[in-house]
């Protein structure tokens, strides 16, 4: 994932150029190649789980709200591979109205933490995997009754957040404009309680203006729905603020699409090299996280956020 232009071989004396001195092999780029295929995806997937997980410390600026550590879910939908009849197999083909897309996309949901944009965990799909909510219930046992779970309209349904709530995990997400909750009690910051099917939840409703630099206006309404039920502890202003972070999982994204892949498609032609590639490159990605939050930690005062992954990278 670091040298996606070299062969096999190039790489491995990248690789290898700091043991100069000592008696080591040189393997033929067909050797490296077959080994690869036999390992298969499950070491990459391995490697992958020692290394992720939360990276922030409690007092790490812009890790926790109110003592809780602020997670999200997203998928993203925008990962191409190789047009192969292989890959085609797995994950089908994008259908458009005027044709097919010209490659296939491997759909990759993560759960970030938000404030050092370090993955908790990674799960992959085909496009047979259209609900989002059925992806993320492979990542809910890494939830825990410390944390703060923000998810966009895809995640809103009922039962998905039962199971969410059962975690001990709190949340707050947006809602569908079409949902019409009951209101039970109207509280003092604009907020009301309601209930979705059984779980107690309570409904912000905000209007947002956004301000261009040319002084446009753009106004949306948002309807959130959580579990912080405490408006005194957890005014609505404040929670409204709070979703904003959920926008940090597609900064992530970002990075691993356009900065280490540099809107490159993946490479493999069929699906133990996409998942070995998948598996690899979430893990280089989680490893300069980890650098950063280094880095970062060393200074007071610093939020994490304002590292650059472009120069981790380099």
Partial sequence: MLFPRLGYARVWRKLTTGLAGLELPSPSEKALRDLRRRLGPAPFKALFEVVAGPLGQPRTPGVCYRGLRTVAFDGCNSLKVPDTERNRSWLGRIRYRMGFAGYPTIRLMTLIETGTRAVLGAALGSTGDRDEATLAR????????????????AFDAAGFLNELDGTGARFLVRSRSTRRPPVLSHLSDGSFLSNLDGLAVRIIDAEL????TDGSRVRDRYRLITTLLDHHHHPAAELVRLYHERWEIEIAYLALRHTILDGHLLRSHDRPGLEQEIWALLTLYQLLRMAMVTAVESQPDINPDRASFTTALQ
């Fill in 209 to 212: 203006t956004v301000t261009g």
């Fill in 138 to 153: 492979r990542l809910l046992p890494l939830l825990q009754p410390s944390m703060v779970v923000l998810l966009d309209r």
